[in-house]
């Protein structure tokens, strides 16, 4: 059996970690934080000393970290893991980063003899803790062969999505587009609902059961009518980074996007007047402007 590493072990980062344990696999781990790192081992993981700790003991690395810079630091740092990895081994690149970073990476890889598979994930901290994610993955044959049963330890599916990376990232930017532009819909359909004297319950069942409901709707709304708007593993800085990538993206191809410029303002409004907060809490700048809430 493969032997495994994460690289990031916060809400997303030790859903992998959890999942590769359970499946049996030996699995080594790295975080800036202390109290993830002790998390990580009650879970039965190995705590590392550094990167080049977590390269040396794993056949897969998964690196699960918030930016493009430091995913490169991580994997090609003096200290990093293509320092210590062994040939034939895998970086699996699960954080989202701009395409050109990821690509920047894969040249940084050349000639080490060590895979990249380009794989950002959709499913947020539920999918990451559950198993359940969704995986995009661009890489080789023999990288997806060698680490596909780690990936399918923490993911329900896994989409070839290119060979190349920075595909992975492309596909990914254009999914959170999209994904920016469902939550901004609902917290303004919360927002009009409450000053109307619609209950969230009855928002909620009725948007569930219709052709608008959906993972990212459905969700929103509950936690929005339970008034549950921190805490809950779905960062607010996530997703208005996630955002700034796609819209970079657009911007470098010449695309118009209109609703996700629109929801990158909304989300820009509750990361600045509510930064320690969840997606959800967009909501709360929209319901302070109408001065009304909407609760179960």
């Not at 994930?121 to 999918?127: E, L, R, W």
């Not at 993911?155 to 070839?160: C, D, L």
């Not at 994904?179 to 609902?186: D, E, L, M, R, V």
């Not at 609703?259 to 007047?273: E, H, I, R, V, Y």
């Amino acid at each position: 059996m493969l032997n495994c590493g994460v690289v990031g072990l916060g809400d997303m980062g030790s859903g992998l970690a959890k999942n590769l344990i359970a499946q049996g696999f030996a699995t080594s781990g790295f975080d800036l934080s202390k109290e993830r790192m002790d998390a990580f081992v009650a879970l039965g993981g190995t705590a590392a000393s550094g990167l080049a700790d977590v390269g040396r003991a794993a056949d897969v690395v998964f690196v699960m970290v918030m930016t493009g810079a430091q995913a490169k630091a991580v994997i090609l740092g003096d200290d990093g893991l293509a320092a210590a990895m062994s040939a034939g081994s895998v970086i699996v690149l699960s954080a989202t980063i701009h395409a050109a970073e990821a690509r920047e990476i894969g040249e940084g890889l050349a000639g080490s003899e060590i895979d990249l598979i380009d794989s950002p994930v959709s499913g947020g901290f539920p999918g990451a803790q559950g198993g359940t994610l969704t995986m995009m993955a661009a890489g080789s044959d023999a990288a997806m062969e060698k680490a596909r049963p780690a990936m399918e330890a923490v993911s329900k599916t896994i989409h070839r999505v290119g060979d190349a990376p920075g595909m992975g990232q492309t596909v990914k930017a254009c999914l959170q587009s999209l994904i920016g532009g469902i939550f901004s819909a609902t917290f303004e359909a919360a927002a009009l609902a409450a000053k109307a004297g619609v209950s969230g319950q009855v928002l909620y069942d009725v948007v569930s059961t219709s052709s608008a409901g959906c993972t990212a709707a459905n969700t929103a709304l509950e936690k929005i009518i339970d008034r549950e708007f921190v805490g809950t593993g779905s960062h607010i800085a996530t997703m208005y980074k996630d955002l700034t990538i796609s819209l970079d993206l657009a911007r470098d191809l010449g695309v118009p996007l209109f609703t996700a410029s629109a929801a990158m303002q909304l989300f820009q409004a509750g990361k600045t007047k509510h930064p320690d907060g969840d997606n959800w809490i967009v909501t709360r700048v929209m319901e302070d402007i109408v001065g009304a809430e909407l609760k179960r």
